[in-house]
């Protein structure tokens, strides 16, 4: 159980355009969802929490206007990047949180490689 | 707010020897702490978590961990290292003070050699 899907796994872009990423909770629903950044070699950055029907809060430094996220259902979180550019060239991993709330629990998607030309 | 330090960002290890990661967090108040692994291009996994109760916590693959409130760290072992082993390793806190959202060390790179 406990598992967590991002489509696609891996995704080349054109400097410009935007690019959707989708994370969901296969097998249980989460009222909370949580978007990273890992660039090589480094170690996870968080960038936003996602609450299921309202708005996402962002970390300190992450363009919200650049980085959209919607958490439609509880079960589907999605990180859009707008106006992709090279720098935003990425490893993005979600997680998500059981709901009932269980404030330590997190599971992690795979990941999504983003790369922008 | 709550931060962690890893000692070490690579660990080269024989196979069947101890493999020891260290991990010191700081923590205004109670921390849950956590040890995740992941493989190259993956995402994490959790290997094991402190929240309450025994201080002594095993994990998955054999790894195990001791908080140890009086020294603010929460060290990884695993007493024989296997060759599939070989991977990058976070430890992580998280406290009520800040939602219990992650903060993750820079990870600890584990090599093993034949």
């Known amino acids: 159980g406990a598992v967590v899907s991002q489509h696609p796994s891996r995704v080349i872009c054109k400097s410009g355009t935007s690019v959707k990423i989708e994370c969901r909770s296969l097998?249980?629903?989460?009222?909370?969802m949580f978007w990273y950044r890992q660039f090589p070699k480094q170690s996870l950055m968080l960038m936003a929490t996602?609450?299921?029907?309202?708005?996402?809060?962002?970390e300190q430094g992450v363009e919200k206007d650049k980085f959209l996220i919607n958490h439609a259902s509880l079960t589907l979180s999605t990180l859009t990047v707008t106006s992709a550019h090279p720098e935003d060239s990425s490893f993005y991993i979600c997680?998500?949180?059981?709901?009932?709330?269980?404030?330590?629990?997190?599971?992690f998607g795979p990941g999504t490689r983003l790369t922008v030309t | 707010a709550q931060s962690v330090t890893q000692l070490g960002s690579h660990v080269s290890v024989s196979e069947g020897a101890l493999v020891l990661l260290r991990c010191n967090y700081s923590?205004?108040?109670?921390?849950?702490l956590f040890w995740y692994v992941q493989y190259p291009n993956q995402g994490l996994q959790l290997l094991l978590k402190y929240t309450t109760g025994a201080t002594l916590v095993k994990g998955i693959n054999g790894f195990e961990a001791e908080f140890k409130k009086s020294e603010t760290s929460f060290h990884l072992t695993k007493p024989s290292a296997h060759m599939s082993d070989a991977a990058e390793y976070f430890c992580?806190?998280?406290?009520?003070?800040?939602?219990?959202?992650?903060?993750f060390g820079a990870g600890t790179t584990v090599t093993v050699r034949a």
């Open positions: 996602s609450n299921e029907g309202s708005k996402a809060t962002y």
């Open positions: 097998d249980f629903q989460a009222t909370t």
């Open positions: 923590s205004s108040v109670p921390p849950y």
């Open positions: 992580a806190v998280s406290d009520r003070s800040n939602d219990y959202k992650l903060s």
């Open positions: 997680s998500a949180r059981p709901s009932p709330t269980s404030d330590y629990e997190q599971y």
